[in-house]
Antibody, heavy 116, light 112 residues
Framework: QVQLVESGGGVVQPGRSLRLSCAAS????????MHWVRQAPGEGLEWVAR????????YYPDSAKGRFTISRDNSKNTLYLQMNSLRADDTAMYYC?????????WGQGTMVTVSS | DVVLTQTPLSSAVTLGQPAAISCRSS???????????LTWLQQRPGQPPRLLIY???KRLSGVPDRFSGSGAGTDFTLMISRVEAEDVGVYYC?????????FGQGTKLEIK
């Protein structure tokens, strides 16, 4: 069945880096744009990044620009989010989502906690 | 950036009664391709979000027909015709059309 499984979260100190992964299965991964969306504890949803189906275009909000990098390996059906210079306010559940006129399929998320 | 403002922020509804959530955009969401890309998502407690409605009014496969979306330009509405217990959660509008993509603040739906 169609599935997205995130991994790579954990506890990290401020200023350090972390790379999240999202393994896709059950659909033609290379045909879809993909998103990362995060949710701080008890808060709403925040869009973090988007990448085109062919890896040619990436998009970020100002809060992620320059620190986060979205990428993908279509041969491995995997999406990535490289996060550098992490701050306490990056603490959140990070979800990957497939795009089809909007984020139509979501993973269960991976938790990132930035704390000393 | 496009700001999406949802009202109400919380709603308590009797089982079997209708519920309506409004989403107002600070800019027109009509894309250059002529489509309007406004989506509605449901997040049940402890679960990831789930897409209900895309392109204003199109229900995703498997979404019950008691959910409907309407609107145009800058004003949009999610309607639940008869609320059921499984509808409890937070509902978000989201625009995947302009960058940065943005979400509404969320509307918490509870059973009265």
């Amino acid at each position: 069945q169609v599935q997205l499984v995130e991994s790579g979260g954990g506890v990290v100190q401020p200023g350090r880096s972390l790379r999240l992964s999202c393994a896709a299965s059950g659909f033609t991964f290379g045909s879809y744009d993909m998103h990362w969306v995060r949710q701080a504890p008890g808060e709403g949803l925040e869009w973090v990044a988007r990448i085109s189906y062919d890896n040619s275009k990436t998009y970020y909000p100002d809060s992620a620009k320059g620190r986060f990098t979205i990428s993908r390996d279509n041969s491995k059906n995997t999406l990535y989010l490289q996060m550098n210079s992490l701050r306490a306010d990056d603490t959140a559940m990070y979800y990957c989502a497939r795009d089809s006129w909007g984020p139509d399929m979501w993973g269960q998320g991976t938790m990132v906690t930035v704390s000393s | 950036d496009v700001v999406l403002t949802q009202t109400p922020l919380s709603s308590a509804v009797t089982l079997g009664q209708p519920a309506a959530i409004s989403c107002r955009s600070s800019q027109s969401l009509v894309h250059s391709d002529g489509n309007t890309y406004l989506t509605w998502l449901q997040q049940r407690p402890g679960q990831p979000p789930r897409l209900l409605i895309y392109k204003v009014s199109k229900r995703l496969s498997g979404v019950p027909d008691r959910f409907s979306g309407s609107g145009a330009g800058t004003d949009f509405t999610l309607m639940i015709s008869r609320v059921e217990a499984e509808d409890v959660g937070v509902y978000y509008c989201m625009q995947p059309s302009q960058f940065p993509h943005t979400f509404g603040q969320g509307t918490k739906l509870e059973i009265k």
